[in-house]
């Protein structure tokens, strides 16, 4: 089986992901999280499925990466990672409420969110609406007066009307737009470490 034809299709859409991506909605989403880290407020990190992988990483990332000696650092809390808690929240409170519950107890007036869809909280298949959990948590923190970060793909869904700031991964491709996340999030953090050592 030969499969450099389909090797180099999926690098070229890749490249084109690249190419076409909104660096100004890329430069507006990392404003927003230094934004965060200079007054001192936490960020909460989301996602479902793969896109949970995903929101971990950031917050790992963003926890350990970007931080530079005698700079403010960043106060990442990942929502997914209690595994007990979230399958009592899904049993007790239902699938839409496991993040919504959360900031309820640790959120604080001002603090921030990034949220991580493939989709954005739009289609629908045999499980009902997808990541309609997101957007409830998206609406809870604005509502409290913080900022949203959105991370999707495909046409952004409810998710890029909603959000403060949102970077769409322009294709129709579950595989594509995970994959490109992870690129993101590592230039972010790239950047983030970068001036921040520069400013020493």
Known sequence: MNNINSISQYLEDVKKIADTIS????????????????????????????SASTATHFACDLNKYTSVPEKTRFRVISLEDNVPLLTALVNDEGWDSVYHYQLENLMDDGD????????????????AMWSQNLLRAAKYVQQRGGKVVGLVGFDGG????????????????????????????????????????ADE
């Open 23 to 50: 660096k100004e909605d890329i430069n507006k989403a990392i404003e927003i999280l230094n934004e965060a880290r200079l007054k001192n407020k936490k960020i909460f990190v989301i996602g479902n499925g793969g």
């Open 158 to 197: 409810a998710l890029r009307n909603l959000a403060d700031a949102c970077i769409t991964v322009p294709i129709n491709s579950t595989p594509h737009v995970e994959g490109f996340h992870l690129i993101l999030t590592h230039m972010i953090c790239s950047i983030i470490r970068e001036k921040l050592a």
């Open 112 to 127: 921030y969110l990034i949220a991580v869809s493939v989709h954005g909280g739009s289609g629908k298949d045999h499980a």
